[in-house]
């Protein structure tokens, strides 16, 4: 039961955490920079608690008016949360979120800077605290380092994601058919 937890609860809490993270940037009108478009490689590194947690390794495909739509999606997930403090603010090349949320039973209280150029890099950490701990795990630390690859591939369109080998297009997710 815990090499699960480990495999598929860990992961999701971590992004959560930084999903609340990318949210607090948006929701407060910030001056965000749009990435440059193109086909982007995002590795994840962290903890959950004293775990570590796998890398994680995706690509992502944007263009300006897929960023702005993967940005608001990221706004949206926070939708339903009720926050008692959701900030950020610019200081120099750097951007400083910090919100704290009620997620279900407990407080998720979520730390992050976020800085480089967003042309060539961008790095991304985020210190998240449950209070109380969700399913045992009180804190969760993140790191994501996203480097521009190149031309997205003949195969991809903005808004794809390849993770593990397998594609999906974030923009596409929940609409009909």
């Given amino acids: 039961m815990k090499t699960l937890r480990n495999r598929v609860f860990l992961p999701t ?14 929701a407060n009108a910030l001056d965000y920079p749009t ?5 982007w490689q995002i590795t994840t590194n962290g903890t959950s608690g004293t775990t ?3 890398e994680q390794v995706m690509h992502q495909c944007v263009d300006e008016a897929s960023d702005k ?8 997930m926070m939708g339903g949360m009720k926050c008692e403090k959701n900030e950020s603010k610019k200081d120099g090349g750097k951007y400083i979120g910090h919100s704290i949320c009620q997620m ?3 407080k998720l209280e979520t730390k992050s800077v976020m800085s480089g150029d967003f042309t060539k890099e961008y790095t991304m950490t985020a210190d998240s605290t449950f209070n109380p701990p969700m399913a045992g795990v009180g804190t969760t ?3 994501m380092v ?12 903005p808004g794809d994601v390849i993770v ?14």
């Fill in 104 to 106: 279900g039973p407990s």
């Fill in 52 to 54: 570590k947690n796998p």
């Fill in 164 to 177: 593990n080998g397998q594609k999906m297009n974030l923009l596409s997710m929940g609409k009909k058919k």
């Fill in 146 to 157: 996203a480097k521009w690859v190149g031309a997205c591939k003949a195969d991809q369109k």
């Fill in 141 to 143: 630390k993140s790191t």
């Fill in 35 to 39: 990435r440059k478009a193109g086909l």
């Fill in 13 to 26: 809490t971590m992004l959560l955490a930084a999903t609340a993270a990318m949210a607090s940037f948006h």
């Fill in 69 to 76: 739509a993967l940005q608001e999606l990221g706004s949206g």
